[in-house]
C-alpha cells in the first residue's frame, strides 16, 4: 500500500531533550516535506526536500533540523524542544514538486513539550 | 503577499441541505489549486487538483471547481459522514504551496 508513516504518533518530552520523528514513503517520491498544524494558524511549513541531499527551509524552519540521505526517509530533528514546538506535525510526499502534484501526508505525529 | 482565504470557517448543515465553500486566492502565479479533506487527528487525505479557470472535478457528492480568483467545493446532498475540514491549497510559481485555513464542515442526521 503506498503510504507516508511518521512514528511515533504521540510524544510527549521535557524542554531540551533531543528528540527525532522518522518519516518513510514508499512510493519513490522525490519530494519530502514537514508542516506544523496548530489551530487558527493551519498547516506551516517547516523544511522540504526536492531530492536526496537536497533540502532548504519552510516558513518556519528555527529550532528544527532535517536530513535527507536516503529517498525514502526524511526525519525531523528538534536538537533542543521548546514548548512552543508543542503541535501536531505531518510528513507529506509528491511525485514532483508540490505546486504540480499533489502532496501525499502521514498520519501525524502529536508532541507535547512540557 | 500571496494569500488564500477559505470561507466560512466553520458551516453545520443538516443532511441532504447542499451547500458551497469558497477558497479564494491572491497569488503572484498559480500552477494548481488543490483541495484535501482531514479528519480529526488525521493527516490531509487528497480530493482533487484543478490546473485552469473553467476546470471542474467530481467524486461522490463533492465537485469542485474553479476561476481566476477563486474556487468552490460544492457538497451536494451531504451526509454524516462528509463531516471534516477541507483544506485548499495553491501550487506556487516558486514550487511552494499556500494552504487555507480550512473549512470545517459538520453534517447533522
Known amino acids: 500500500e503506498a503510504q507516508v508513516t511518521q512514528n511515533p504518533r504521540y510524544l510527549i518530552t521535557v524542554t531540551g531533550k533531543k528528540l527525532t520523528v522518522t518519516c518513510s514513503q514508499n512510493?519513490?517520491?522525490?519530494?519530502m516535506s514537514w508542516y506544523r498544524q496548530d489551530p487558527g494558524l493551519g498547516l506551516r511549513q517547516i523544511y522540504y526536500?526536492?531530492?536526496?541531499?537536497?533540502?532548504d527551509k519552510g516558513d518556519v524552519p528555527e529550532g528544527y533540523k532535517v536530513s535527507r540521505k536516503e529517498k525514502r526517509n526524511f526525519p525531523l530533528i528538534l536538537e533542543s524542544p521548546s514548548p512552543n514546538q508543542t503541535s501536531l506535525y505531518f510528513c507529506?510526499?509528491?511525485?514532483?514538486?508540490?505546486?504540480?502534484?499533489?502532496?501525499?501526508f502521514g498520519n501525524g505525529t502529536r508532541l507535547t513539550v512540557t | 503577499e500571496d494569500q488564500v482565504t477559505q470561507s466560512p470557517e466553520a458551516l453545520r448543515l443538516q443532511e441532504g441541505e447542499s451547500s458551497s465553500l469558497n477558497c479564494s486566492y491572491t497569488?503572484?502565479?498559480?500552477?494548481?489549486l488543490f483541495w484535501y479533506r482531514q479528519d480529526p487527528g488525521k493527516g490531509p487525505e487528497f480530493l482533487f487538483t484543478?490546473?485552469?479557470a473553467g476546470e471542474e472535478k467530481e467524486k461522490e457528492r463533492l465537485k469542485a471547481t474553479l476561476t481566476k480568483k477563486e474556487s468552490f467545493l460544492h457538497i451536494t446532498a451531504p451526509k454524516p459522514e462528509d463531516s471534516a475540514t477541507y483544506l485548499c491549497?495553491?501550487?506556487?510559481?516558486?514550487?511552494?504551496?499556500?494552504f487555507g485555513k480550512g473549512n470545517q464542515v459538520v453534517v447533522i442526521p
Open positions: 507529506a510526499s509528491s511525485f514532483r514538486t508540490p505546486g504540480n502534484s499533489p502532496l501525499h
Open positions: 512510493m519513490n517520491h522525490e519530494y
Open positions: 526536500s526536492m531530492n536526496v541531499e537536497v533540502t
Open positions: 497569488v503572484s502565479g498559480l500552477r494548481g
Open positions: 484543478l490546473y485552469s
Open positions: 491549497a495553491v501550487g506556487l510559481e516558486n514550487n511552494r504551496l499556500a
